[in-house]
C-alpha cells in the first residue's frame, strides 16, 4: 500500500518577509511568515508554498515546506509518500478559541486560534515544530494529548464496512464523493483503502466519518489502513525518513490504541478490519522485532474488540509470518503484494490452509516511474494501487479480556488530618506486563468514613491519588481498611485489592501528685492525682480533670496540682503537662525538699520525642540550681536520692517527672508526671 499525505481546500492572502540588509549581515538563518494576521518564524532553507496559486500541490509530511491555505480537492499526491520529517500546513478557520493537542503516536500538533488552524508534523526534531508553533504564541506546552479514543461524528457504521469480495483499489489520497460517485456507477471497484493515521503516514485526506458514512452508503467499502513505525527508515518507499521500530511489544500496542482511536473517529465498528501497513525491509535483523511488533499489534487490536490485517510484501512480511510457525498469533487479514498483474488471492508463498476463510487481499499492481497506473471512469481519472480483496463476513471479534491483578503499592500507615497519597499497580495476571491508562479507584476506610480518590495508571500500571486529609476512626487495632478497584473495560477484567493500613495514634497522661510513704506508722498512699488517665488518640481532643484540692500532711503537702493532656493531627502529636504551684517532702532523718512554679511536659509525635520541666528547688533551706539538664540527682543521704527533670525513654515515647524521690523501706514520692507516646509511626 501506499502512503497518507494531507488534502484540504482554500486559501487566504499571505506574506513572506524577506530578510533584511541588517539581519542577513547578522547572518540570521529565519524567515517571518505572515498568514491571517499570524507570524510564524521558520528556518530560512524552508519552502513556502501558497496553496492559493497551487491548489493541485501534494501536500505532504516528508519535506521541509510551510503549506499555506487549503489544498485544492483533487491534489495530485504519488502512492509513495512515507516518512515523517518536520512540516506545516496553516489553513483558514473560523473558530475563536485557542486550543493545541498533540498525538506523540503519529507525531502531530493540531492548534487552532483565530483565523486558522495548523498541522504540524515532525520526525526527529519535534523541539523545531514547537519552537515554530511557539513564535506564533500558539501554547505548545500546555498543548494536550489527543483523545485516544474518538466518537465519531455519526452513527458507527453497519459491521461490514470492511467486508468485500472483489476488486478495490487504494491511494495515498481519498477521491472527492463526485469522484467516489463517477466510479462507484462506472468501474468494476467496490472497495476503497483509506489512510486513517500512524506516524509514518506520508499524507492525510481530509475525509470524515461523513464522507466514510455516504460511501458506505454508495456501496463502498474500506480497507482502513495505517502506517506506523516501520522495520528500517529506508524501508520500501520510506527514503530514509521512516520512523522505525525500537521497542517492538510497546510500540505495537500503542499503534494499535491509536489506530482503534482514529478508527472509532471515522465511524468502523468494532469487528472492523484495521490493516497495519509494514513496508518492504531487506534486513535480516528486522525479522524478529516485525514479528514481535505485530503480535503486539494483534493483540492489541483483538483486545480492543477490532480485526487485525497486515500489509506487507510476499517477499519479507508474508515470508516471516509463513514461517513463524505454531504459537505466533497471525493476523486476521492479510493483505500481501506482488505486484505480477494477476488477478488472484491465491500466492505459491503461502500455504493454502493459512488466511483459508475470506482472510486474504491481494496487491496486484501499482504505480511506477514508467507507468503511473491510471485509470478513467465516469469521466474522472485517478492513479491507483490495484487490490482484490476476499474478506469475508466474518463475525465481529469479540473483545478478549484479559484478566489483571491489582496489588497495593501505598504507604503501610496513615494519619489522620493529614494526606496520603495511596497507589497500586495494575498488571497482566498472565506475565506481569503493566496495563496503562486504566482508571484505578482507592478507598479508605470502613463504610461509615469511606475517603475516596482515583488515578490512571501510568506506563508502568500504577495509579497514585491523593487523599487530601485523612479522617478515620481509631479500633481498637489501630487499623484501616483499604481497597483498590479497577472496573474492567473490553480489553480488561475487573479486579480489587485489600489492606490493612495502620492508623497513626497518639497516648498521653499527666497527674499532679502520687506517693507511697510505708514506713510511719501511719502509712501515707496516695494514688496520682489529678490524672488524665491514658488518652489514647488519631484525632484532636484534649482532656482535663479538674485541679485537685491541697495535700496536708505531716510530712507531705501540695497545693493547686493540675494535669492536661493535648493531642492533635495533621501530623499527630501528645502533649502531657502537670503542674503544681507548691510541694514540700519533709520524711523523718531527711532534709526537707521545697518545691515551686513546678511543671513537667513531655509531647511526643513520629517525627520526636521531647520533654522538659521547670521547678524552683530548696534542700534543707537551700536554693539549687539544675538548669535545663535531664536527670538531675541530688544525694539525700544513704539510700535516698532526688531525681530532678527525670525523663525516661521507650521505643514509643518519653516520661518526664519534675521530682522523683525514693528512699529506704519503699518510699516513692513523684510530683508532676507526664507522659506521652506515638504508634504506628512506620
Keep these: 500500500m501506499s502512503g497518507a499525505l494531507l488534502a484540504f481546500t482554500a486559501a487566504t492572502a499571505l506574506t513572506v518577509?524577506?530578510?533584511?540588509?541588517?539581519?542577513?549581515?547578522?547572518?540570521?538563518?529565519?524567515?517571518?511568515?505572515?498568514?491571517r494576521g499570524?507570524?510564524?518564524?521558520?528556518?530560512?532553507?524552508?519552502?513556502?508554498?501558497?496553496?492559493?496559486?497551487?491548489?493541485?500541490?501534494?501536500?505532504?509530511?516528508?519535506?521541509?515546506?510551510?503549506?499555506?491555505?487549503?489544498?485544492g480537492a483533487e491534489q495530485d499526491c504519488p502512492a509513495t509518500a512515507f516518512g515523517r520529517t518536520e512540516a506545516l500546513l496553516v489553513e483558514p478557520s473560523d473558530v475563536n478559541a485557542t486550543t493545541v493537542t498533540e498525538n506523540r503516536t503519529s507525531h502531530t500538533y493540531w492548534a487552532e486560534t483565530k483565523g486558522i488552524k495548523v498541522t504540524a508534523s515532525y520526525g526527529e526534531n519535534r523541539d523545531r515544530i514547537r519552537e515554530i508553533l511557539d513564535s506564533a504564541a500558539l501554547p505548545v506546552d500546555r498543548a494536550t494529548p489527543a483523545a485516544t479514543a474518538a466518537a465519531p461524528t455519526l452513527q458507527a457504521l453497519p459491521a461490514d464496512a470492511t467486508n468485500f469480495q472483489g476488486k478495490g483499489f487504494d491511494r495515498c489520497t481519498a477521491p472527492s464523493t463526485a469522484q467516489m460517485n463517477a466510479w462507484k456507477s462506472a468501474s468494476p471497484y467496490g472497495a476503497v483503502g483509506i489512510y486513517v493515521g500512524g506516524v509514518n503516514a506520508g499524507c492525510k485526506d481530509t475525509f470524515d466519518a461523513a464522507w466514510v458514512q455516504a460511501q458506505y452508503n454508495s456501496g463502498w467499502r474500506f480497507m482502513p489502513i495505517y502506517v506506523g513505525p516501520q522495520a528500517e527508515s529506508n524501508a520500501g518507499s520510506c527514503g530514509g525518513d521512516c520512523v522505525v521500530i525500537t521497542d517492538p511489544a510497546a510500540q505495537g500496542a500503542e499503534s494499535a490504541r491509536d489506530a482503534v482511536a482514529q478508527a472509532q473517529g471515522y465511524g468502523f465498528p468494532a469487528g472492523s478490519v484495521l490493516y497495519y501497513n509494514m513496508e518492504h525491509y531487506n534486513e535480516p535483523a528486522s525479522t524478529a522485532k516485525v514479528l514481535a511488533f505485530l503480535e503486539s499489534w494483534t493483540d492489541t487490536v483483538h483486545e480492543l474488540g477490532y480485526r487485525s490485517g497486515a500489509y506487507g510484501s510476499v517477499s519479507s512480511l508474508i515470508e516471516d509470518l509463513v514461517a513463524a510457525g505454531a504459537g505466533y498469533t497471525q493476523p486476521d487479514v492479510i493483505d500481501f503484494a506482488r505486484w505480477d498483474e494477476v488477478e488472484t488471492t491465491q500466492d505459491r508463498a503461502i500455504p493454502d490452509d493459512m488466511w483459508a476463510n475470506h482472510q486474504r487481499v491481494k496487491q496486484y499492481d501499482g504505480p511506477t516511474e514508467d507507468d503511473p497506473n491510471r485509470e478513467t471512469w465516469g469521466g474522472v481519472t485517478l492513479d491507483i494501487d490495484h487490490d482484490l480483496l476476499d474478506v469475508g463476513e466474518g463475525g465481529t471479534q469479540p473483545p478478549v479480556q484479559k484478566d489483571t491483578a491489582l496489588a497495593y503499592t501505598g504507604p503501610a500507615t496513615v494519619s489522620n488530618g493529614s494526606p496520603a497519597a495511596l497507589s497500586a499497580t495494575l498488571t497482566e495476571k498472565d506475565g506481569g506486563a503493566p496495563v496503562p491508562d486504566r482508571e484505578v479507584t482507592l478507598t479508605l476506610g470502613p463504610t461509615d468514613h469511606l475517603q475516596t480518590c482515583t488515578a490512571k495508571t501510568a506506563a508502568d500500571g500504577k495509579a497514585t491519588c491523593t487523599i487530601d486529609k485523612v479522617a478515620q476512626p481509631l479500633t481498637a487495632t489501630a487499623t484501616v481498611p483499604l481497597k483498590a478497584t479497577f472496573a474492567g473495560d473490553e480489553a480488561y477484567?475487573?479486579?480489587?485489592?485489600?489492606?490493612?493500613?495502620k492508623l497513626q495514634y497518639v497516648t498521653g497522661r499527666a497527674y499532679g501528685l502520687s506517693a507511697q510513704i510505708p514506713v510511719l506508722v501511719l502509712p501515707i498512699g496516695i494514688a496520682p492525682t489529678p490524672d488524665t488517665g491514658v488518652v489514647r488518640a488519631a484525632d484532636a481532643k484534649t482532656v482535663a480533670p479538674a485541679c485537685a484540692a491541697p495535700i496536708n500532711l505531716l510530712v507531705l503537702s501540695a497545693d493547686i496540682l493540675c494535669a492536661k493532656v493535648e493531642t492533635k493531627i495533621g501530623p499527630s502529636s501528645s502533649t502531657a503537662t502537670a503542674t503544681v504551684e507548691d510541694a514540700r517532702i519533709g520524711l523523718p532523718g531527711l532534709p526537707v525538699v521545697a518545691l515551686s512554679g513546678v511543671t513537667a511536659t513531655s509531647t511526643s509525635s513520629c517525627t520526636a520525642a521531647t520533654g522538659s520541666t521547670d521547678l524552683s528547688l530548696t534542700v534543707a533551706g537551700t536554693p539549687v540550681e539544675i538548669g535545663d539538664v535531664p536527670n538531675y540527682t541530688v544525694d539525700l543521704g544513704p539510700a535516698a536520692k532526688l531525681v530532678l527533670n527525670e525523663q525516661i525513654r521507650t521505643a514509643t515515647g518519653l516520661t518526664v517527672n519534675a521530682a522523683h524521690l525514693t528512699a529506704a523501706g519503699g518510699v516513692d514520692v513523684v510530683i508532676a508526671s507526664s507522659a506521652s507516646d506515638a504508634y504506628n509511626c512506620a
Design 17 to 35: 518577509t524577506a530578510l533584511s540588509p541588517a539581519q542577513a549581515a547578522a547572518g540570521s538563518d529565519t524567515t517571518e511568515v505572515t498568514y
Design 38 to 71: 499570524h507570524t510564524f518564524t521558520v528556518p530560512d532553507d524552508w519552502k513556502v508554498v501558497d496553496l492559493q496559486k497551487s491548489p493541485a500541490t501534494c501536500v505532504r509530511y516528508d519535506s521541509h515546506v510551510v503549506y499555506l491555505g487549503t489544498p
Design 493 to 501: 477484567k475487573p479486579s480489587e485489592a485489600s489492606a490493612e493500613l
